[in-house]
């Protein structure tokens, strides 16, 4: 496995149930990221991590938990999210959060929420 | 608040034919600027890096060319193909945005028609 992946790629819940996302750096990087990407929006970021430490919570609701065990690894826990949050989730990560280092992103995991 | 505009929202050319993209952005102090493409319901694939400092990346047909002091980049694709069908999108890496590492605009949706 190389660069970053997600999983699962395809996901449909309803509004009770509790999911998971996740995503696996394979690149050596101590900053990962969540984004997420709505139908004819600009990408949204939602959380930084670096270096396992959450450093940014862009205001997103509570319904979406992220956890950071090592610097490869990063989920985002689903509870009782709305149709709204239907989505494109994208990961990504780079060497550090500060600013000027490049991104490299997974594939996405597409989110429907019914 | 840095923004990033793209335009025009969505392109559509014959193949073979040269194109350009257009993003702006309003605040001239950036780190560096990053041109996207983005394959319907797939993740982002980094094409080029354009550092503050520089003027222009190329790689193969494509090239990015950076006028910080105007807030603008292009992106030009030489001798279209259909394969180059996808969403571009275009992110800078902003001084003044605390901890958001990048700011993306909302994409040029291009069509290659054979």
């Known amino acids: 496995e190389t660069g970053v992946t997600q999983t699962p790629r395809h996901l449909v819940m309803g509004m009770t149930n509790k999911k998971s996302l996740k995503c696996e750096q394979h690149l050596g990087h101590n900053a990962m990221y969540w984004y997420k990407q709505s139908a004819k929006k600009p990408l949204e970021l939602m959380f930084v991590?670096?270096?396992?430490?959450?450093?940014e919570n862009n205001s997103v609701p509570s319904r979406f938990s992220p956890e950071c065990p090592n610097s490869s690894h990063l989920f985002l826990h689903l509870h009782t999210l709305q149709p709204e949050d239907s989505a494109l989730y994208l990961c990504?990560?780079?060497?550090?959060?500060?600013?000027?280092?490049?991104?490299?992103f997974g594939p996405g995991t597409r989110l429907t929420v019914t | 608040k840095q923004e990033v505009t793209q335009i025009p929202a969505a392109l559509s050319v014959p193949e073979g034919e040269n194109l350009v993209l257009n993003c702006s952005f309003t605040d001239s102090a950036i780190y560096n600027l990053q041109w996207f493409r983005q394959d319907p319901g797939k993740g982002l694939t980094s094409l080029l890096l354009?550092?503050?400092?520089?003027r222009e990346q190329t790689s193969g047909r494509l090239n990015a060319s950076l006028d910080k002091s105007s807030g603008r980049s292009t992106l030009y694709i030489a001798a279209s193909q259909p394969g180059d069908s996808a969403t571009y999108l275009c992110a800078v890496n902003p001084m003044n945005s605390g901890n958001t590492p990048l700011v993306f605009g909302k994409g040029t949706r291009l069509s290659v028609i054979a």
């Open positions: 991590y670096n270096f396992k430490e959450q450093t």
């Open positions: 990504a990560s780079s060497q550090d959060s500060a600013p000027g280092y490049e991104q490299y």
């Open positions: 354009i550092q503050s400092s520089q």
